[in-house]
């Protein structure tokens, strides 16, 4: 069985960088194809980021990523991620 996670930056990636839109996301979810945000971005400035844009529109929902929600949704995450990254080791040599 062959089972498959998207590991990505969202921003101009799985949600377009102008208006946001989310059908992307929707089609990997409605395949149930799992999402995990992944960014390079500080802890310190994702929270300036988002409380700029909650400044700048305070009906908007700001993304802050943060591990410890993927791993309350899926407990063994980093188990499973790290047996995918050894396993491809295996196979590709």
Do not use: C
Not at 75 to 91: G, R, S
């Amino acid at each position: 069985m062959t089972w498959w996670v998207v590991l990505t930056d969202l921003d101009g990636t799985l949600l377009d960088h102008d208006s946001y839109d989310w059908r992307l996301v929707q089609a990997l979810q409605a395949i149930n194809i799992p999402i995990i945000a992944v960014t390079s971005k500080t802890a310190a400035r994702n929270v300036m980021t988002a409380g700029q844009e909650f400044l700048e529109n305070p009906m908007a929902t700001p993304f802050m990523p943060s591990w410890s929600r993927v791993q309350s949704a899926i407990p063994d995450i980093l188990e499973q991620v790290f047996d995918a990254v050894e396993l491809d080791n295996q196979e590709m040599g």
